[in-house]
């Protein structure tokens, strides 16, 4: 187990969210509280932006975003050291778009851009609201707006851009999105690329937080928009730096094990109502888990993440959830009946970490948050010992283990972070490739971006 004393430095975090689950981040990071703490400090300051295509996601970012800038005032916290905007794509129809298509390519090729569709479907109708929007769609419709007419994207980020330069401490900014839903997989990857154009300051880190679908999101688990995603990141990741658009780094963020956890219990109610309400609380427990981690003590563990995978490589963080509130062992009941569930859902580690048989890795970090009265060090033993026979390919030297009380006495889980991520590691990307072979053409060209 790692531990410490050192008093953290102050380090800013900035988030940029793109699609409904590219929301949920920046939701959770206005959660945390750890934003207006640091915001105390003289210079500091904090950027937000959340990127989508219509507006039935928004809202509840934009209501945390208020709310924050409320309780900056109540502390006399100089507004000034706070930025934060959502801005919604609209998408014309069908002539009007085609026509925009053939006017970008242009410039946005000109700007570094490429992958536009080259053209689309005899067939293709946009999609209706609230539906799926395809990769090819969402990349065209950012392309306007960062380089047609009034350019409004370009000058959204060039204000979020601007509010992250005023930082005078060390800064990470993260692009946050799904992989298997069209909308963040199409636009992160340019909206990254001309935050790099932006020219953020030499102590800034610019880093994509990549969501992994899961076995209970329908037809967006394994989609091709994110099969696709997932080729060009590991294209990113092989090349030059230079190149990436993620150039501090793309953390993979697995969601199969908190999934798997919440549905092992959750079968009351009428099945539409329970379907949406699971997948809503494990993207909240996931994104939470994460942008916890990330501002944790200052974002040491974080930098410390990022400072020994550099040069733009992916990495997974796995949310493992071993329990949950009002699962197997209830309040007055033995405390040692934890013992045996915790160990029973961390042994679900490799099953549900989304990595392939025959994965190895130099080194693994587990973080790992459980009740007061709730046995940390026999979770830590029993991942140690099971992390260093399935991966480590120097066994458990190489583990390194952070505990931590988390504040729900019915809820343990750990966040484990595996560097060095490639495509073929993940049974995600082999899975997406067999489901492309059921696709026709004018379907696989569109979530091509």
């Known amino acids: 187990m790692s531990t410490t004393n050192e008093t953290p430095k102050n380090h800013c975090v900035h988030v940029i969210g793109i ?30 932006l959340l990127i989508d295509i219509g507006d039935d996601d928004v809202q509840i970012p934009n209501d945390y975003a208020r709310s924050l800038k409320s309780r900056m005032a109540e502390r006399n916290i100089p507004a000034e050291r706070y930025h934060y905007e959502s801005f919604n794509l609209e998408l014309p129809d069908e002539a009007e778009f085609s026509k925009k298509l ?16 080259s053209k689309l479907p005899k067939d293709f109708k946009m999609p ?37 330069r005023k930082c005078k401490h060390d800064s990470t900014v993260f692009v946050a999105f799904s992989l298997a839903g069209g909308t963040g997989s199409g636009i992160a990857f340019d909206v990254a690329r001309e935050l790099n154009k932006m ?5 800034v880190k610019l880093v994509g937080v990549a ?3 899961h076995s209970g999101d329908g037809d967006y688990e394994n989609s091709a928009a994110q099969t696709m995603a997932i080729e060009e990141l590991d294209q990113f990741a092989g090349g030059a730096t230079e190149n990436n658009p993620f150039p501090g780094g793309c953390f993979m963020v697995s969601t199969e094990h908190s999934w798997r956890r919440l549905t092992a219990y959750t079968s009351t109610g009428l099945k539409t109502v329970r379907q949406h309400f699971k997948q809503l609380v494990t993207n909240r ?8 981690w990330a501002v944790e003590d200052g974002s040491k563990h974080l930098m410390r993440v990022l400072d020994a995978n550099p040069g733009g490589k992916c990495m ?18 033995p405390r040692s009946r934890w013992d045996s569930v915790l160990q029973q859902w ?36 029993e991942l140690r010992s099971l992390l260093a026979a399935k991966f480590l390919s120097k066994g458990g030297e190489n583990y390194s283990s952070y505990r931590s009380e988390f504040f729900d006495e019915l809820t343990a889980y750990a966040n484990i972070i595996f560097p060095s991520l490639k495509k073929e590691d993940l049974g995600a990307y082999h899975d997406g490739k067999k489901k492309l072979k059921d696709l026709d053409k004018g379907s696989v060209s569109l979530e091509t971006a």
Do not use: W
């Not at 053939?102 to 569709?117: K, Q, W, Y």
């Not at 395809?134 to 509010?163: H, I, M, N, S």
């Not at 549900?352 to 693994?364: F, M, T």
């Open 199 to 203: 020219d953020l300051g030499g102590s």
């Open 128 to 164: 209706k609201r609230g539906g799926h929007v395809p990769r090819a769609v969402a990349k065209a419709a950012a392309a306007c707006g960062l380089y047609l007419d009034a350019k409004p994207l370009a000058g959204t980020l060039e204000r979020f851009a601007e509010q992250v």
């Open 285 to 292: 427990f996931v994104s939470d888990s994460f942008m916890r």
């Open 211 to 213: 969501q992994l679908s």
């Open 316 to 333: 997974m963080f796995n949310v493992a959830k071993f329990s949950h509130p009002g699962v197997q062992v209830l309040p007055g009941e």
């Open 346 to 381: 961390v042994r679900f580690v490799p099953e549900y970490s989304g990595l392939v048989d025959g994965y190895s890795a130099e080194s693994v970090d587990a973080h790992i948050y459980c009740a007061r009265y709730m046995r940390i060090d026999l979770v830590d033993d």
């Open 102 to 117: 053939d006017a970008v390519r242009a410039p946005f090729e000109a700007g570094g851009g490429s992958n536009l569709i």
């Open 19 to 48: 699609g409904r689950t590219g929301g949920v981040y920046v939701e959770a990071l206005l959660r945390t509280g750890e934003v207006e703490d640091n915001l105390t400090s003289d210079g500091a300051t904090f950027s937000g």
